[in-house]
C-alpha cells in the first residue's frame, strides 16, 4: 500500500505582526524535502543584499502588467506603490516537482489562491489578542504611529474574514503554534481524497 499524495499548497495568511514569517522559516527547516517557500514577484527596486529569485523575481511595471494581463499570476496586488505577485509558473513547477507549495499571503490573496487551488490548505494565524498586536507592533520599531494604526484597522478587517480559511491558529506560544500548523499539513497529506492511486 503506497503513501502517495497530490501535492498541494498551503497558504498563511493573517495580521502583519501575527508571526507568520516565523512560521514559514520554522516550517521550512522542519520539511526541507516536502515544503517550498513560493518566491514572489515584485516591482519594487531590488535591495543590495537581496537574489534574484531567492528573495524576489524583480519585473518592470510593463513586464509585471503583460504577465498581468497573460493571467500568469495566481495572485497579485498593489502595495505601498509597488506590485506584488505568485507567478502560477513558480507553484505549478514545485507542485510538479512533488513537493507542496508554501505561501505567505494577505487574505485577499488567499481568496484569489481558492479559487486556483481549491483543494489547497488555508491557515489564518492569529495573535492573542489585538492589545497584544499592538505590543508586537510596536516592538519591532520600524513603524511610525500611523503605520501601526493602519496595520491594527487592517488586522481588524482581516479577523473579520477568518471563516474564509480551513483553520485558525492563535500565535501565543511560537513552538506550539508551529507544532499545531505542521500537524495540520500533515493530517491534509492524509486525507483520503489526495491519495495517488
Known sequence: ??????????????????????????????????????????TR???????????????SRDEFRRRVDANE???????????????????ERILASGRNVLLDIDVQGGRSVRKIYPNGVFIFVLPPSLADLEERLRARGTDSEERIRLRLE???????L??????????????????????IIEAEACRASRRVS
Open 154 to 160: 487592517n488586522a481588524r478587517r482581516e479577523v473579520e
Open 45 to 59: 527596486t531590488r535591495r543590495p543584499h537581496e537574489e534574484e529569485g531567492r528573495d524576489y523575481f524583480y519585473l
Open 73 to 91: 499570476f495566481v495572485e497579485w496586488a498593489e502595495v505601498h506603490g509597488e506590485w506584488y505577485g505568485t507567478l502560477r509558473s513558480q507553484t
Open 1 to 42: 500500500m503506497g503513501t502517495e499524495y497530490r501535492r498541494f499548497v498551503v497558504v498563511i495568511s493573517g495580521p502583519s505582526g501575527a508571526g507568520k514569517s516565523s512560521f514559514v522559516k520554522e516550517l521550512l527547516r522542519r520539511y526541507p524535502s516536502d515544503l517550498v517557500y513560493s518566491v514572489s514577484a515584485t
Open 162 to 183: 477568518i471563516r474564509e480559511y480551513d483553520y485558525a491558529v492563535v500565535n501565543d506560544d511560537l513552538e506550539a503554534a508551529t507544532r499545531k500548523v505542521a500537524a
